[in-house]
């Protein structure tokens, strides 16, 4: 079994910041990458920012400059630095992992259960 548990989200006005976390935990051999989606009301889940194994992070041209996705690989917990928040960055955000759970299985995707950011005056 693996969980991922997302934490942070809150109210915040335009021009604030967050921090999200994602703790990764269960039957967890090796982590290739963790990553932030987002979906706003009405809209399609949209990709934010990827952190890969050996550190090398990306990022959506919406939240480039502004977020920072980092990851910490003793604790396998995942971050997303949030700034200079938009009303458009109003979503619900999920922590992804690819992830294996034993020595020789193929990677898998698993997502936590989200967690709601609302930017407004």
């Known amino acids: 079994q693996v969980q991922l548990v997302e934490s942070g989200g809150g109210l915040v006005q335009p021009g604030g910041s967050l921090r999200l976390s994602c703790a990764a935990s269960?039957?967890?051999?090796?982590?290739?990458?963790m990553g932030w989606y987002r979906q706003a009301p009405g809209k399609q889940r949209e990709w934010v920012a990827t952190v890969t194994g050996n550190s090398n992070t990306r990022y959506a041209d919406s939240v480039k400059g502004r977020f920072t996705v980092s990851r910490d690989y003793v604790t396998n917990m995942s971050y997303l630095q949030m700034n200079s928040l938009k009303p458009e960055d109003t979503a619900v955000y999920y922590c992804?992992?690819?992830?294996?759970?034993?020595?020789?299985?193929?990677?898998?995707?698993?997502w936590g259960q989200g967690t709601q950011v609302t930017v407004s005056s």
């Open positions: 992804t992992a690819a992830l294996s759970t034993a020595w020789g299985s193929s990677s898998r995707d698993y």
């Open positions: 269960g039957s967890i051999f090796s982590i290739n990458s």
